[in-house]
């Protein structure tokens, strides 16, 4: 099985029980297509580089899995008739870093110097 790491990016007027089935649905979609997921990050609502689909700012969530190429089909292949979801991205990874939070508390990195 290949690492894979995912992150979608929502609109920002999704409500927190939206977001929570939305995850659990691509979780589902996962587990249903031979994948494992590993972690679950939400990174929260953050400012997007540009104007997206008239948006300044999305809920970003990160999934960490494994799986094969068929479970990275299915999941984007779900995700492109969602109307809640900005855009998302799959990237192939040889590992996991399954320690490092970067999107954790502001100053962390900072914390971990001294």
């Not at 939206?18 to 659990?24: E, I, P, R, Y």
């Not at 297509?33 to 400012?47: C, D, P, Q, Y």
């Amino acid at each position: 099985m290949n690492c894979y790491e995912h992150t979608f990016i929502t609109k920002q007027d999704l409500l927190l029980s939206q977001a929570k089935t939305l995850v659990n649905k691509y979780k589902d979609i996962i587990k249903k297509n031979s994948g494992k997921v590993i972690k679950t990050e939400e990174w929260g609502l953050r400012n997007l580089s540009h104007v997206i689909q008239n948006n300044k700012k999305g809920f970003y969530f990160h999934i960490k899995l494994e799986g094969v190429g068929k479970t990275v089909k299915e999941l984007e292949k779900a995700e492109n008739i969602d109307e809640v979801l900005i855009r998302y991205l799959t990237v192939r990874v040889k590992k996991h870093d399954l320690e490092e939070n970067f999107f954790g508390e502001k100053g962390s990195l900072e914390n971990k110097q001294k």
